[in-house]
């Protein structure tokens, strides 16, 4: 699985609060990626990283934010959370070379 | 942006069958045409990818065609096997700054009947 992990696994938490998602890999992989997956809409990217500090955004990036200040992490923040971002959240990191991702085992997130 | 479009939504077969998933997308730019499945509770993995300068690629009981003119590829698999049932996704890739920025398909739900 490539080590790349997720922190937490789980979380629920009330509308309105701020909210931090971690992605760990220890690949050294340059790309990392934020993917939202929803029934029905397949996996949505959020954001994505091309190194440090250097990051763009996705096809649904309204209402989340980044931060990637080491080449092993990438952080997801929902400042707000909203009962629309309830969803499952993928980090994906890819080297650059043969270009496959490889996804962390996700968090699943419900905002109540 | 790039736009994908998956079918079916969901495929049901039995054991031995074969199984055919179509993907078409809209951004010419792309040349990069992966695959993931998704076993249920479990993460993406790829399973097999196609570069545009490739019309056809395969790999045991799977494989990929692309028809760049079209906009469209397709994965197959021959004689499926219970341990195929997953959702497969498709993707297009448009190259950016040295990789690939993959925009998926919403997935087949592929159940194949012992």
């Known amino acids: 699985d490539a080590g790349i992990t997720q922190s937490p696994r789980h979380k629920v938490t009330e509308t309105g609060t701020p909210v931090t998602l971690r992605c760990h890999q220890t690949?050294?992989?340059?790309?990392m990626y934020w993917y939202r997956q929803d029934p029905g809409h397949g996996l949505r990217l959020i954001h994505y990283s091309y190194g440090v500090k250097d990051t763009d955004k996705g096809e649904v990036s309204d209402g989340y934010s980044v931060s990637r200040s080491k080449t092993e992490d990438f952080l997801l923040t929902l400042e707000s959370a909203t009962s629309s971002q309830t969803s499952v959240y993928f980090c994906a990191s890819e080297g650059g070379f043969s270009y496959e991702q490889y996804f962390g085992p996700g968090t699943r997130l419900t905002v109540t | 942006g790039e736009n994908v479009e998956q079918h079916p939504s969901t495929l049901s077969v039995q054991e031995g069958d074969s199984a055919v998933i179509k993907c078409t997308y809209s951004d010419s730019a792309s040349n990069y045409f992966p695959w993931y499945k998704q076993e249920l509770g479990k993460r993406p993995q790829l399973i097999i990818d196609i570069r545009s300068n490739v019309g056809e690629k395969k790999d045991q009981r799977i494989a990929v065609t692309l028809n760049k003119t079209a906009k469209h590829f397709s994965l197959h698999i021959t004689e499926t096997q219970p341990e195929d049932s997953a959702v497969y996704f498709c993707a297009a890739s448009p190259a950016s700054g040295g990789s690939y920025i993959p925009t998926f398909g919403r997935g087949t739900s592929l159940i194949v009947h012992p």
């Open positions: 690949e050294n992989h340059r790309y």
